[in-house]
């Protein structure tokens, strides 16, 4: 359904608003701990916690115990991986695909021809793009070859052609063995696809995150199709490859072969595992320890999230899905995506590997090419194993002093582009996420609470979450005051609790009051960008967002403690933690316990009255503050400000497929939650007119189901619904 704009004349139109605050962002920067505020420093130091949280997450191994009786024997005994493999991959889909929808010639030489292709993957009504680099003047069949990029190099670089506005920042690796890889091999007659995955350019806001657009495609498809995600989407655009290229004319598919390097390395050999037509397996890249590596913050941030599988299957599980087909290692220590990781380059992966193929009576399918370089020689190296392990003659390859011209392509986004949205149409065309739901009793308040309880544990069970009703303990590890404003004192706190085995830091809002003065409390959930951002400390904002919010509820008497957490752990930590165990924690495992620390600690604040204690976020924080309330019935009211939409119609459009991959972790949840687990408790819900509200059969049809909760229940004052003048922001107001 195409996004709606609803302008009702029966909600509260504010205007822009707020409680009066004193910060006025002025003065010398604010220093804690030695540290500029909010720094990269600063928010470096506090975020290592939280990524070593993630890396600690168990994994899984898959028991197998393989079978050398013979080749059969031992593919029967690796079933149990293909197993795990499938069910973030899935099965392929049996339908053929291949069919050309657009076909350019970019380069002609004397001895090949390179297209830009634009096919049909084996996913309905999606598509591939990549290039295709076929010789010419060949008098036997070619050999054909995918050759598969990784975050750090797009498909164009295979054939030495560099365009920098294929990136952005500083993503590109340079050094790497995906470099050129084409040249050598359609020089010496094998036709080569490179497939193009993903967009480099897309990284922007978040550095640190490799094919941040897969991964939230991915998300929201394992929440409606039962756990697959980012591999289905490629292995099915790989089987369509292979489609392709069997309608070419003098192709010789027996001898087709993958060869991958960084994220391609694990495309590659996962293809291999699920399709038979693969018969040869090249990783540009070394063998690693990669439990190991994901147990640390290098390996969480560390290539694409579905890559993090690999600490369930590494590199001889995986192996063995390939055996006893060729497969080999060729690498530099000088390449970035191998350097990275130099420290869990493992001997005893590697022994394990050529056992296995030894056992299998197979040894010479497997070798290893490491070396201090990559350069002409080295790819001659690799290719000449191939040609042996494909059984290929090749023709001479000339010496090459320069790359070829430079093609007229340049970067041209809508093919990549028309994937990406078409990844998302489908995702959208499977429909909502499963909404869960309960039959309210709205005979009495008791009566009500009793009746929705069973959601309530539901939605605990889904995030896995601990109880937060249980007791707990926290220590203050250090407090230091940041500012005196007129109204009230601002203090930087870190705090240890029984809670979490990550440390609760924030700020601390306390008003200056008469002795004995009841106070309400607030827990701001939007210091995630900044802990400065609240309190004003920075100034007038760019574009109106928080509008200090935290600094006009404290100077009106209200006790505010805001804390942080990493702003892209939305981003980051939910696909990984799927992919290192779909059976696991999930990102809420980590932030729901930490912000109930947040409340153990507030209600301890002199003055506080426990029983005016809210809630409030906007934006992504909204959900953390729902979710939150939801669970911890120590907590009185919500302020929750986000755009109006109804969760099913949102989650059932192709626009929820690019939302951050956290909410695949709890889409079921969104309005069922709102509808019943706040009641009978106070719910502010705030909304600016031209936000990007809609998603509607009709116009705040959820607003008016939750007016309605509260009215069944005799409480209708208890719901208040506001729809300012602005946009995405939120504005300080009275709650209590």
């Given at each position: 359904?195409?996004?709606?704009?609803?302008?009702?004349?029966?909600?509260?139109?504010?205007?822009?608003?707020?409680?009066?605050?004193?910060?006025?962002?002025?003065?010398?920067?604010?220093?804690?701990?030695?540290?500029?505020?909010?720094?990269?420093?600063?928010?470096?130091?506090?975020?290592?916690?939280?990524?070593?949280?993630?890396?600690?997450?168990?994994?899984?191994?898959?028991?197998?115990?393989?079978?050398?009786?013979?080749?059969?024997?031992?593919?029967?005994?690796?079933?149990?991986?293909?197993?795990?493999?499938?069910?973030?991959?899935?099965?392929?889909?049996?339908?053929?695909?291949?069919?050309?929808?657009?076909?350019?010639?970019?380069?002609?030489?004397?001895?090949?021809?390179?297209?830009?292709?634009?096919?049909?993957?084996?996913?309905?009504?999606?598509?591939?793009?990549?290039?295709?680099?076929?010789?010419?003047?060949?008098?036997?069949?070619?050999?054909?070859?995918?050759?598969?990029?990784?975050?750090?190099?797009?498909?164009?670089?295979?054939?030495?052609?560099?365009?920098?506005?294929?990136?952005?920042?500083?993503?590109?690796?340079?050094?790497?063995?995906?470099?050129?890889?084409a040249l050598e091999l359609v020089e010496a007659g094998y036709t080569v696809f490179v497939p193009w995955f993903e967009d480099e350019r897309?990284?922007?806001?978040?550095?640190?995150?490799?094919?941040?657009?897969?991964?939230?495609?991915?998300?929201?498809?394992?929440?409606?199709?039962?756990?697959?995600?980012?591999?289905?989407?490629?292995?099915?655009?790989?089987?369509?490859?292979?489609?392709?290229?069997?309608?070419?004319?003098?192709?010789?598919?027996?001898?087709?072969?993958?060869?991958?390097?960084?994220?391609?390395?694990?495309?590659?050999?996962?293809?291999?595992?699920?399709?038979?037509?693969?018969?040869?397996?090249?990783?540009?890249?070394?063998?690693?320890?990669?439990?190991?590596?994901?147990?640390?913050?290098?390996?969480?941030?560390?290539?694409?999230?579905?890559?993090?599988?690999?600490?369930?299957?590494?590199?001889?599980?995986?192996?063995?899905?390939?055996?006893?087909?060729?497969?080999?290692?060729?690498?530099?220590?000088?390449?970035?995506?191998?350097?990275?990781?130099?420290?869990?380059?493992?001997?005893?992966?590697?022994?394990?590997?050529?056992?296995?193929?030894?056992?299998?009576?197979?040894?010479?399918?497997?070798?290893?090419?490491?070396?201090?370089?990559?350069?002409?020689?080295?790819?001659?190296?690799?290719?000449?194993?191939?040609?042996?392990?494909?059984?290929?003659?090749?023709?001479?390859?000339?010496?090459?002093?320069?790359?070829?011209?430079?093609?007229?392509?340049?970067?041209?986004?809508?093919?990549?582009?028309?994937?990406?949205?078409?990844?998302?149409?489908?995702?959208?065309?499977?429909?909502?996420?499963?909404?869960?739901?309960?039959?309210?009793?709205?005979?009495?308040?008791?009566?009500?609470?009793?009746?929705?309880?069973?959601?309530?544990?539901?939605?605990?069970?889904?995030?896995?979450?601990?109880?937060?009703?249980?007791?707990?303990?926290?220590?203050?590890?250090?407090?230091?005051?940041?500012?005196?404003?007129?109204?009230?004192?601002?203090?930087?706190?870190?705090?240890?609790?029984?809670?979490?085995?990550?440390?609760?830091?924030?700020?601390?809002?306390?008003?200056?009051?008469?002795?004995?003065?009841?106070?309400?409390?607030?827990?701001?959930?939007?210091?995630?960008?900044?802990?400065?951002?609240?309190?004003?400390?920075?100034?007038?904002?760019?574009?109106?967002?928080?509008?200090?919010?935290?600094?006009?509820?404290?100077?009106?008497?209200?006790?505010?403690?805001?804390?942080?957490?990493?702003?892209?752990?939305?981003?980051?930590?939910?696909?990984?933690?799927?992919?290192?165990?779909?059976?696991?924690?999930?990102?809420?495992?980590?932030?729901?316990?930490?912000?109930?620390?947040?409340?153990?600690?507030?209600?301890?604040?002199?003055?506080?009255?426990?029983?005016?204690?809210?809630?409030?976020?906007?934006?992504?924080?909204?959900?953390?503050?729902?979710?939150?309330?939801?669970?911890?019935?120590?907590?009185?009211?919500?302020?929750?400000?986000?755009?109006?939409?109804?969760?099913?119609?949102?989650?059932?459009?192709?626009?929820?497929?690019?939302?951050?991959?956290?909410?695949?972790?709890?889409?079921?949840?969104?309005?069922?939650?709102?509808?019943?687990?706040?009641?009978?408790?106070?719910?502010?819900?705030?909304?600016?007119?031209?936000?990007?509200?809609?998603?509607?059969?009709?116009?705040?049809?959820?607003?008016?189901?939750?007016?309605?909760?509260?009215?069944?229940?005799?409480?209708?004052?208890?719901?208040?619904?506001?729809?300012?003048?602005?946009?995405?922001?939120?504005?300080?107001?009275?709650?209590?």
């Amino acid at each position: 359904m195409a996004k709606r704009r609803w302008l009702p004349a029966f909600v509260c139109l504010c205007l822009l608003i707020s409680l009066p605050g004193t910060a006025d962002g002025q003065g010398p920067p604010v220093m804690v701990r030695g540290m500029t505020l909010d720094s990269k420093e600063f928010q470096d130091s506090l975020s290592r916690p939280f990524w070593r949280a993630v890396a600690s997450t168990p994994c899984t191994p898959v028991r197998w115990t393989p079978s050398f009786d013979s080749v059969a024997a031992f593919q029967s005994s690796v079933a149990p991986l293909v197993r795990r493999l499938r069910r973030d991959a899935g099965n392929i889909v049996p339908d053929g695909a291949g069919g050309v929808l657009n076909r350019r010639v970019i380069f002609t030489g004397p001895r090949y021809i390179v297209e830009r292709i634009w096919m049909t993957s084996r996913i309905v009504n999606t598509t591939t793009t990549g290039y295709l680099a076929r010789p010419m003047g060949l008098a036997t069949p070619s050999a054909p070859v995918i050759l598969m990029h990784g975050s750090g190099m797009v498909p164009a670089e295979a054939f030495g052609w560099l365009f920098t506005d294929q990136y952005a920042g500083s993503t590109r690796f340079a050094n790497t063995a995906f470099s050129g890889a084409a040249l050598e091999l359609v020089e010496a007659g094998y036709t080569v696809f490179v497939p193009w995955f993903e967009d480099e350019r897309d990284n922007e806001q978040w550095p640190l995150v490799q094919w941040r657009r897969l991964a939230r495609n991915a998300a929201s498809l394992s929440a409606k199709a039962g756990g697959v995600g980012a591999y289905y989407l490629l292995l099915n655009e790989v089987a369509g490859v292979i489609d392709f290229l069997e309608t070419l004319p003098n192709v010789d598919m027996t001898k087709l072969s993958a060869i991958g390097w960084a994220e391609g390395a694990h495309i590659a050999s996962a293809a291999a595992a699920t399709d038979s037509r693969i018969n040869a397996v090249v990783r540009l890249g070394a063998p690693l320890e990669r439990r190991a590596l994901r147990g640390t913050m290098a390996g969480v941030f560390g290539e694409a999230a579905f890559t993090h599988l690999d600490c369930v299957l590494g590199d001889v599980e995986m192996a063995a899905m390939v055996a006893p087909r060729p497969l080999l290692y060729a690498y530099s220590t000088a390449d970035q995506s191998v350097s990275r990781f130099a420290g869990f380059i493992s001997p005893r992966v590697l022994v394990s590997i050529r056992d296995m193929y030894s056992r299998l009576q197979r040894p010479e399918n497997f070798a290893i090419m490491p070396d201090s370089t990559w350069a002409g020689a080295q790819l001659a190296r690799m290719r000449l194993w191939l040609d042996t392990a494909v059984d290929f003659k090749p023709r001479p390859v000339p010496v090459r002093t320069t790359p070829i011209p430079a093609s007229s392509e340049r970067y041209r986004s809508q093919y990549m582009d028309s994937t990406e949205v078409q990844r998302e149409e489908f995702i959208g065309r499977l429909g909502p996420c499963a909404v869960s739901s309960v039959k309210a009793d709205y005979s009495s308040i008791d009566a009500f609470a009793a009746s929705v309880e069973p959601l309530r544990q539901r939605l605990a069970t889904s995030l896995r979450v601990p109880s937060l009703a249980a007791p707990s303990t926290f220590r203050i590890l250090h407090r230091e005051t940041v500012r005196l404003q007129a109204k009230y004192t601002l203090e930087y706190l870190e705090l240890s609790t029984s809670r979490s085995t990550i440390p609760l830091t924030g700020f601390l809002a306390t008003p200056i009051t008469t002795a004995g003065q009841s106070m309400p409390a607030v827990i701001s959930l939007d210091a995630n960008y900044g802990l400065a951002a609240p309190f004003g400390l920075n100034g007038r904002e760019p574009t109106q967002y928080l509008n200090a919010y935290a600094d006009g509820l404290a100077s009106n008497g209200v006790v505010v403690f805001a804390p942080w957490v990493p702003a892209n752990f939305a981003e980051v930590a939910p696909p990984v933690l799927h992919a290192m165990n779909p059976d696991g924690p999930t990102s809420w495992s980590y932030m729901l316990p930490l912000y109930a620390a947040a409340i153990d600690f507030v209600q301890t604040v002199s003055g506080v009255d426990t029983k005016r204690l809210a809630v409030w976020g906007i934006s992504y924080s909204a959900f953390s503050a729902l979710y939150l309330t939801a669970l911890d019935k120590r907590i009185s009211a919500l302020v929750y400000s986000n755009p109006v939409s109804t969760a099913d119609i949102l989650f059932g459009s192709a626009d929820a497929a690019a939302l951050a991959p956290w909410f695949g972790e709890m889409c079921s949840f969104i309005d069922p939650a709102m509808l019943y687990l706040i009641a009978p408790r106070k719910l502010i819900r705030e909304n600016g007119l031209h936000d990007n509200n809609g998603y509607e059969f009709r116009p705040l049809e959820t607003v008016d189901r939750i007016r309605e909760v509260y009215a069944r229940l005799g409480i209708p004052s208890q719901f208040e619904f506001y729809r300012h003048s602005g946009g995405h922001e939120t504005l300080a107001r009275q709650i209590f």
